[in-house]
């Protein structure tokens, strides 16, 4: 069978959203080629190694890629794809070159080849997130396995505003905390909390394919009986008395949901993890969060992008 390659070279910032419309649009997992990862110095406290061939990435920005059956309503599906490109500069968000191209490849050429871009990555202290493919075991006594299978939804744990998210978590979850996980795409936050100790976890995502995909990895990591996992516009229609809510959203979303009910959900002193946040828009986000109760009180930055830990009083 043949399939299209569909690439959009664009930049970091931009990865989510356009890994987004590339689910839309069918792809059942995408390919990120990210120039920085080859720069990035990788943890190996586990003694983990990781292999990057340079010309698997672009010279700069970002590539992601998508697989598309070859079919009459191909030429359809890619203008679509460019009209919602087009539409997030609507959002301020920087799309670089936003370059999209389309190649022809045979089923076997990339039916298992984008494996090779996902590795076991440790994160924080004590977790360590490896694809289901890889017989992974642990090297110290302390280290908790995260297996993730991340070809359905985008939120592999190698994203530096994933990787905030879990170190904030391991900073401030307490043993037996509520937790409110929105925009959970694979779970991967969410079975992090559970893993770091976290007794009632409920995660939320507006995509049907990411809540299919979190409950999936939920049940892999045996978490379920702590984690609960359903669709969920933001915050809505979801009650108050959580001791913290980790959001690892766009900017422009982490804004919305904290004037929409993000500080409404929370105990008092209760707090508010917010990720995906650019530099730029660091201090948008910022007087937002005040400007609704939520104070923040740390802040952190891995490359361009910032996460803020607000609390609410």
């Given at each position: 069978m043949k399939w299209s390659e569909i690439c959009i070279h664009t930049t970091e910032e931009a990865i989510e959203p356009v890994t987004n419309i590339l689910y839309e649009a069918g792809a059942g997992g995408v390919v990120i080629e990210d120039a920085m990862d080859l720069k990035k110095e990788w943890p190996s406290q586990f003694g983990e190694t990781?292999?990057?061939?340079?010309?698997?990435?672009?010279?700069?920005?970002?590539?992601?890629?998508?697989?598309?059956?070859?079919?009459?309503?191909?030429?359809?599906?890619?203008?679509?794809?460019k009209q919602s490109m087009n539409q997030l500069l609507l959002y301020d968000i920087d799309l670089g070159e936003n370059r999209l191209t389309v190649s022809e490849r045979h089923e076997e050429e990339w039916a298992t080849a984008w494996k090779k871009y996902y590795k076991p990555v440790s994160v924080g202290n004590k977790l360590t997130i490896t694809p289901t493919w890889i017989d992974y075991r642990p090297k110290d006594p302390e280290e908790k396995v995260i297996e993730l299978d991340p070809g359905m939804a985008f939120g592999t744990g190698t994203h530096p505003t994933t990787m905030l998210c879990i170190e904030a978590l391991e900073q401030y979850l307490h043993s037996g905390a509520s937790v409110l996980d929105v925009g959970t795409g694979t779970g991967v936050l969410a079975i992090s909390a559970a893993k770091l100790g976290a007794g009632r976890i409920l995660a939320v995502d507006l995509d049907p394919v990411a809540v299919q995909s979190a409950k999936l990895n939920v049940k892999l990591n045996k978490v379920q009986e702590s984690v609960c996992v359903r669709q969920n516009n933001l915050a809505d229609n979801i009650g108050f008395g959580y001791d913290l809510l980790v959001g690892n959203l766009l900017a422009e979303i982490v804004i919305r949901l904290a004037e929409e009910g993000g500080a409404r959900v929370l105990k008092p002193n209760g707090l508010f993890i917010a990720s995906g946040i650019i530099r730029s828009k660091k201090e948008r986000v910022r007087e937002a969060l005040a400007a609704n109760g939520l104070h923040v009180i740390d802040e952190r930055e891995k490359n361009d992008w910032v996460a803020l830990i607000a609390q609410k009083r």
């Amino acid at each position: 069978m043949k399939w299209s390659e569909i690439c959009i070279h664009t930049t970091e910032e931009a990865i989510e959203p356009v890994t987004n419309i590339l689910y839309e649009a069918g792809a059942g997992g995408v390919v990120i080629e990210d120039a920085m990862d080859l720069k990035k110095e990788w943890p190996s406290q586990f003694g983990e190694t990781y292999a990057l061939d340079p010309n698997d990435y672009p010279p700069d920005g970002v590539n992601v890629k998508a697989y598309l059956p070859v079919n009459s309503c191909l030429g359809e599906t890619i203008k679509e794809i460019k009209q919602s490109m087009n539409q997030l500069l609507l959002y301020d968000i920087d799309l670089g070159e936003n370059r999209l191209t389309v190649s022809e490849r045979h089923e076997e050429e990339w039916a298992t080849a984008w494996k090779k871009y996902y590795k076991p990555v440790s994160v924080g202290n004590k977790l360590t997130i490896t694809p289901t493919w890889i017989d992974y075991r642990p090297k110290d006594p302390e280290e908790k396995v995260i297996e993730l299978d991340p070809g359905m939804a985008f939120g592999t744990g190698t994203h530096p505003t994933t990787m905030l998210c879990i170190e904030a978590l391991e900073q401030y979850l307490h043993s037996g905390a509520s937790v409110l996980d929105v925009g959970t795409g694979t779970g991967v936050l969410a079975i992090s909390a559970a893993k770091l100790g976290a007794g009632r976890i409920l995660a939320v995502d507006l995509d049907p394919v990411a809540v299919q995909s979190a409950k999936l990895n939920v049940k892999l990591n045996k978490v379920q009986e702590s984690v609960c996992v359903r669709q969920n516009n933001l915050a809505d229609n979801i009650g108050f008395g959580y001791d913290l809510l980790v959001g690892n959203l766009l900017a422009e979303i982490v804004i919305r949901l904290a004037e929409e009910g993000g500080a409404r959900v929370l105990k008092p002193n209760g707090l508010f993890i917010a990720s995906g946040i650019i530099r730029s828009k660091k201090e948008r986000v910022r007087e937002a969060l005040a400007a609704n109760g939520l104070h923040v009180i740390d802040e952190r930055e891995k490359n361009d992008w910032v996460a803020l830990i607000a609390q609410k009083r």
